[in-house]
């Protein structure tokens, strides 16, 4: 077997560079491309102290861990030592996702390669199979591209849940448990009192209400007036809004005896808001039947001794 220590090397260039690129988008760091190629290099020499003298003194856990901590310092610098950990874990963090996923598409499709000395390594003519070869050069920017996809839906998915919370909806004697999205596009208010408006999804609690209020909301004829129960008669409202691509429309809205939102722990009052009655699915995945607006959560009032 004949082995080929330019195009390891160069494979291990593109390898480390990808990997690199891809740990200062998790970090959303702003790096200099002059950084990130110098660091790209030094990484990729290691691979030749493991065809030299030096092999034994390589493999060893903590040389491996200096050589990591200098990668980091010349791609990332340093600027504070949280910062500095923080990426030197998420560059071991980004190497374990993806060669463990690179790992096991290998044996998924059982290509021919061989694993020497930490590197891939080349068989038969010197530059390997086509197929291991192949594999490598079209797995790994496969692996990158799922791996950040991936690790922005989690991003995208913590951001969300770090913004919904319990609220507690009392109107008229009927008591909604609910969970709500703050909204930061939500800029519904009553356009006489500049009251804050949340939305909530009828077709998730309509049930909920009288007969003749989801009648209401569903735009169907009454009788008389009278079938509005008393109870809601003094509280309902018209609010006109517009969305993307609408012309102007009309929203049912209520004024709540109490609004109550649990923000870690603690309770907090909202006054002064209106609830508007909305028909139109507010989350396909059913994780919150109410959306909040931006205004309510800074105006909120911690309960006391909640």
């Known amino acids: 077997m004949q082995i080929y220590l330019d195009v390891i090397w160069l494979l291990n260039l593109f390898v480390d ?35 030299t003298p030096f092999q034994e003194v390589a493999v060893n856990p903590f040389a491996k861990g200096f050589y990591s901590i200098l990668i980091v310092l010349i791609t990332f610098g340093f600027h504070r030592f949280r910062l500095f950990i923080q ?3 998420m560059f071991y963090f980004v190497n374990f996702a993806v060669g463990g996923g690179l790992l096991g ?21 010197g530059f390997g199979s086509p197929i291991s ?8 920017p496969i692996m990158y591209y799922y ?11 913590k951001i969300r849940y770090d913004e919904v919370y319990a609220v507690k909806i009392t109107i008229a004697h009927i008591e909604l448990q609910l969970h709500g999205f703050v909204d930061s596009g939500n800029r519904l208010e009553d356009p006489i009192t ?19 209020i989801q009648k209401l909301i569903k735009g169907q004829a009454f009788s008389k007036m009278d079938d509005v129960p008393v109870e809601f008669q ?52 059913k994780d919150y039947q109410c959306l909040l607006h931006p205004r309510i959560m800074q105006q909120k009032k911690r309960i006391a001794f909640a």
Request: glycine letters at 4%; one cysteine or more; charged letters at 20%.
């Open 147 to 157: 791996s950040k996809k991936r690790f922005e839906a989690v991003e995208t998915e």
């Open 234 to 285: 003094n509280k309902l409202t018209l609010l006109p809004f517009r969305t993307v691509g609408e012309s102007e429309q009309f929203m049912w809205a209520v004024r709540p005896d109490s609004v109550t939102i649990y923000d870690q722990n603690e309770a907090y009052n909202c006054y002064s808001v209106l609830i508007g009655l909305s028909q139109s699915t507010l989350s396909d995945r």
């Open 194 to 212: 500049r009251k804050p408006v949340i939305v909530i999804d009828m077709s998730e609690v309509g049930d909920q209400f009288p007969n003749s």
């Open 133 to 140: 070869w192949a594999f490598v050069l079209i797995g790994l």
């Open 105 to 125: 598409l290998h044996y998924f499709i059982q290509a021919d390669m061989d694993f020497i000395h930490g590197t891939f390594a080349t068989q038969t003519s």
């Open 87 to 89: 990426a030197w874990l």
């Open 17 to 51: 560079f990808m990997l690199l690129l891809l740990t200062a988008i998790v970090l959303k760091r702003d790096l200099r491309k002059f950084r990130l190629i110098l660091g790209a290099f030094f990484a990729s020499f290691y691979v030749i102290f493991l065809f």
